[in-house]
């Protein structure tokens, strides 16, 4: 198994590009949607959660009420980390999980986070960064997915910047062109990506720890 981090901002096109690489035969390991199974009613995220921050964050059909959550955390920090405190370990141990999973495999495995990549946290072999200047990420989510621009603006404000993210890089893959444009940068990155090294059977950062102590950078998941 290789693995993979794939990171990008908000409407950079990680998940185009992700999707072009399952094609191409890429396991998708995607933190987002994970962490929304996580937070399903009765999950124990959700459970902990509500614990913590009550029903004012449960929606009126039972399930996670997301904008009162972000109203309650993203002005506090400290609160916001207590959040990441609870959702984080959980997601860590699900992707473990996922990547013990093909360990031993030829898999390819892509780790597709919003948050930047600490290689200590996953064994990941490469990190690629979707590149899209920012004017251009914010049409495209205002114009294709709907959004408000005053949201998908302050979405933005609340993610790594472009340059924190091309700091930690090991791969760009500009995405200022339109979709053929990307569609035939794939080939090279899916090149690159097999050509990384494999992850050890005993690597370490494949185990659960034991009182989790996983990192939280004061960048959201929620
Ligand atoms: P992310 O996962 O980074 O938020 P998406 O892959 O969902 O971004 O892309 C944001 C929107 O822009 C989507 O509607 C997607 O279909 C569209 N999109 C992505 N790349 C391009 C491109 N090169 N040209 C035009 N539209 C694009």
Same mark, same amino acid.
């Given at each position: 198994?290789?693995?993979?981090?794939?990171?990008?901002?908000?409407?950079?096109?990680? $998940?185009?590009? $992700?999707?072009?690489? !399952?094609?191409?035969?890429?396991?998708?390991?995607?933190?987002?949607?994970?962490?929304?199974?996580?937070?399903?009613?009765?999950?124990?995220?959700?459970? *902990?959660?509500?614990?913590?921050?009550?029903?004012?964050?449960?929606? !009126?059909?039972?399930?996670?009420?997301?904008?009162?959550?972000?109203?309650?955390?993203?002005?506090?920090?400290?609160?916001?980390?207590?959040?990441?405190?609870?959702?984080?370990?959980?997601?860590?141990?699900?992707?473990?999980?996922?990547?013990?999973?093909?360990?031993?495999?030829?898999?390819?495995?892509? %780790?597709?986070?919003?948050? %930047?990549?600490?290689?200590?946290?996953?064994?990941? *072999?490469?990190?690629?960064?979707?590149?899209?200047?920012?004017?251009? *990420?914010?049409?495209?989510?205002?114009?294709?997915?709907?959004?408000?621009?005053?949201?998908?603006?302050?979405?933005?404000?609340?993610?790594?910047?472009?340059?924190?993210?091309?700091?930690? !890089?090991?791969?760009?893959?500009?995405? $200022?062109?339109?979709?053929?444009?990307?569609?035939?940068?794939?080939?090279? %990155?899916?090149?690159?990506?097999?050509?990384?090294?494999?992850?050890?059977?005993?690597?370490?950062?494949?185990?659960?720890?034991?009182?989790?102590?996983?990192?939280?950078?004061?960048?959201? %998941?929620?």
């Amino acid at each position: 198994m290789i693995v993979v981090g794939l990171t990008g901002g908000i409407g950079s096109g990680k $998940s185009t590009v $992700s999707e072009g690489l !399952a094609r191409l035969g890429a396991v998708i390991i995607d933190a987002d949607a994970m962490t929304r199974e996580l937070q399903q009613p009765g999950a124990p995220v959700f459970n *902990a959660i509500v614990e913590r921050f009550g029903q004012e964050i449960v929606a !009126a059909d039972g399930s996670l009420d997301r904008l009162a959550l972000a109203a309650i955390v993203f002005p506090n920090p400290e609160i916001l980390k207590e959040l990441n405190a609870l959702v984080h370990p959980e997601i860590g141990r699900a992707i473990r999980s996922r990547m013990r999973e093909h360990l031993g495999t030829d898999s390819v495995v892509v %780790l597709d986070v919003p948050l %930047l990549i600490e290689n200590s946290r996953y064994p990941v *072999a490469g990190v690629a960064v979707v590149d899209t200047p920012v004017d251009i *990420a914010i049409d495209r989510l205002v114009n294709i997915r709907g959004m408000d621009e005053t949201d998908a603006r302050a979405r933005i404000a609340r993610q790594a910047t472009r340059e924190e993210r091309l700091a930690k !890089a090991d791969y760009v893959i500009d995405n $200022s062109g339109d979709r053929d444009a990307l569609a035939l940068l794939l080939p090279a %990155l899916w090149e690159w990506m097999q050509g990384l090294e494999p992850v050890a059977a005993d690597d370490q950062r494949l185990a659960d720890p034991v009182d989790p102590p996983d990192a939280t950078d004061g960048k959201s %998941l929620a």
